[in-house]
């Protein structure tokens, strides 16, 4: 299975929005309502920000939202931080258990 | 609390073997599935597979079958990613993953809880 794909960089200035996508397939994210996105700072773990396409575990800010629209997911991070600023990245249940994750996108606050 | 601890870095040479480990605390271990995912330096997550530790029921993605071996011990709580011969381009982090499964039953999830990672280094 190939990776997801996602735009390599995105920016804004605090305060403003900033909309990341994640094209897959019709094997992938066309087929299952299963994608959640990750935040990853530089030398940290990533962390789960978003499951099940637009539903967000307990602690995440409500800035963080997602949606899907036939193979592309998207991911929209509203009222921009400097503490947003790292890579995202998507990842779609792909059938039979297995998963996949996008290509990242770094995420920059002007 | 809920975390997933990691056996620290690894410097090998191409050709040796390498076991690395993953031990769960403060949940029922052998009802979740556990993950393992790769990043290269610089470059994205890439999902290898998947044990769930209550049967030891394992899947691979394809570009990983036959390279790795997951396996997983319910007793001591424990995964574990193998090698029998490394290569140069194993070189990455290695990062095991909780799935949870928020429907409540046999379903998709996502991965909630995410071990530190174990830095794998092979060089000659």
């Known amino acids: 299975q190939s990776a997801l794909t996602q735009p390599p960089s995105a920016s804004g200035s605090p305060g403003q929005s900033v909309t990341i996508s994640c094209t897959g397939t019709s094997s992938d994210v066309g087929d299952y309502n299963y994608v959640s996105w990750y935040q990853q700072h530089p030398g940290k773990a990533p962390k789960l920000i978003i499951y099940?396409?637009?539903k967000r575990p307990s602690g995440v800010p409500d800035r963080f939202s997602g949606s899907k629209s036939g193979n592309t997911a998207s991911l929209t991070v509203s009222g921009l931080q400097a503490e947003d600023e790292a890579d995202y990245y998507c990842?779609?249940?792909?059938?039979?258990?297995?998963?996949?994750f996008g290509t990242g996108t770094k995420v920059t606050v002007l | 609390e809920v975390q997933l601890v990691q056996s620290g870095a690894e410097v090998k040479k191409p050709g040796e073997s390498l076991k690395i480990s993953c031990k769960g605390s403060g949940y029922s271990f052998s009802t979740y599935w556990i993950g393992w995912v790769r990043q290269m330096p610089g470059t994205a997550l890439e999902w290898m597979g998947i044990?769930?530790?209550?049967?030891?029921?394992?899947r691979y993605s394809p570009s990983f079958q036959g390279q790795v071996t997951i396996s997983g011990d319910k007793s001591i709580s424990t995964a574990y990613l193998q090698w029998s011969s490394l290569k140069a381009s194993d070189t990455a982090m290695y990062y095991c993953v909780r799935l949870q499964k928020y429907c409540g039953g046999d379903c998709p999830g996502a991965f909630d809880i995410w071990g530190q990672g174990t830095m794998v280094t092979v060089s000659s």
């Open positions: 990842s779609s249940y792909a059938g039979s258990n297995n998963y996949v």
């Open positions: 044990i769930y530790p209550g049967d030891s029921d394992t």
């Open positions: 099940e396409v637009s």
